[in-house]
């Protein structure tokens, strides 16, 4: 049964936030069965409420992907939010050069610089963590901030353009990712696509290679790594590198498949809810995967059921209580034994 603690600690977390945010639904006065039924409808009534789950789960998936590959290799990646924006902001530069290229050049390079950008960028605080000793938590903090003005001067200033919201000239069409679906003003690009395909690459990449046993050693215990001959300090800086890619691809698909143009708001916080899905997602690919559309159904189903007199901020509490009980999931595995002991003495 160990093997399935993966799948059964975040279901029965879920199950648990949804019984207990209904207590709350009912004393506030509304009906928990007619609040969940409009928050899945909500999520998935219509083919524009689809669309709309998989354009806000898209970019959860690669900064979900990011924080996890990061927990795997043993360091904290806080920096999601800020290698993120980094992705997208040099994607920006590039994509806004690129009118005289064909698309299948153009979407190339602009993926690739924006990727290079996060990994770059996160790798600043891996190498310093190598070298100096300096907290990943602590670096990665500071770079969010450091990312955060550097974009506002660069929308505000040199990348300026028109007036109102701080905004930058739109990429070339030939930079923008096909469009896969559209329903009335939505979108789906292939952004969705690519985040799939980045979480069966991370998968591969840990389970299936050398480079992945030596970056899950070094993170279950860099003593016995090192002793056996695996450099710490190169697989820190390259870890933090890859899970700065993901995070930079996250920006980039938000920039070339939904904005089109860099906006003062474009992160919108999606690399610290990176942290919250790896933990829900038990930092599996897959299981983030799952995570990731779980809190882009709740987002946007959050949306529906505000419109029926009930606070989106519900759909926060959920959130609170699962991730609580995942990240405890000794309480979850607690109660599971004792509802399997009690059967058994029954």
Avoid: C
Avoid at 71 to 90: D, H, K, P, S, Y
Avoid at 91 to 115: C, D, E, K, Q, R
Avoid at 173 to 197: F, N, Q, R, T
Avoid at 303 to 327: D, P, R, T
């Amino acid at each position: 049964m160990e093997k399935y603690w993966g799948f059964i600690i975040p279901a029965v977390s879920v199950i648990v936030a949804l019984v207990i945010a209904a207590f709350v639904i009912m004393a506030v006065g509304k009906s928990p069965i007619e609040a969940y039924a409009i928050m899945v409808k909500g999520a998935f009534g219509s083919s524009a409420a689809i669309v709309n789950t998989i354009v806000k789960t898209t970019p959860l998936i690669l900064t979900g992907l990011a924080v996890g590959f990061g927990f795997r290799a043993g360091v904290f990646n806080i920096g999601a939010e800020g290698q993120m924006i980094m992705g997208a902001l040099t994607a920006t530069a590039v994509g806004i050069n690129l009118g005289w290229a064909p698309p299948y050049f153009a979407l190339s390079l602009t993926i690739i610089a924006g990727m290079l950008a996060g990994a770059g960028w996160a790798a600043i605080a891996g190498y310093l963590k190598a070298k100096t000793g300096a907290h990943e938590v602590v670096t990665t903090i500071m770079l969010n901030w450091i990312a955060t003005y550097l974009s506002s001067y660069m929308v505000q200033v040199p990348l300026a353009v028109g007036s109102g919201t701080p905004k930058s000239p739109e990429i070339a069409p030939s930079a923008k990712l096909p469009i896969l679906m559209k329903v009335g003003p939505m979108e789906m690009s292939a952004g969705i696509i690519i985040s799939v395909i980045a979480a069966i690459v991370m998968y591969v990449l840990l389970e299936k290679t050398t480079t992945g046993y030596e970056v899950k050693a070094a993170g279950f215990n860099p003593y016995a790594a090192e002793y056996g001959g695996i450099s710490i300090s190169k697989n820190v800086t390259m870890s933090m590198a890859i899970s700065g890619a993901l995070a930079g691809l996250a920006g980039v698909v938000e920039l070339m498949g939904v904005h089109h143009r860099f906006l003062g708001t474009l992160s919108g916080g999606k690399g610290f809810d990176g942290i919250s899905i790896a933990l829900i997602g038990q930092n599996h690919p897959i299981g983030i995967i799952f995570a990731a559309l779980l809190m882009g159904a709740l987002r946007t189903g959050s949306n529906e059921m505000q419109f029926a007199g009930i606070s989106k901020h519900i759909v926060m509490i959920i959130q609170g209580i699962v991730i609580f009980l995942v990240a405890a999931d000794r309480i979850v595995r607690t109660m599971i034994l004792w509802r399997k002991r009690k059967k058994v003495k029954a």
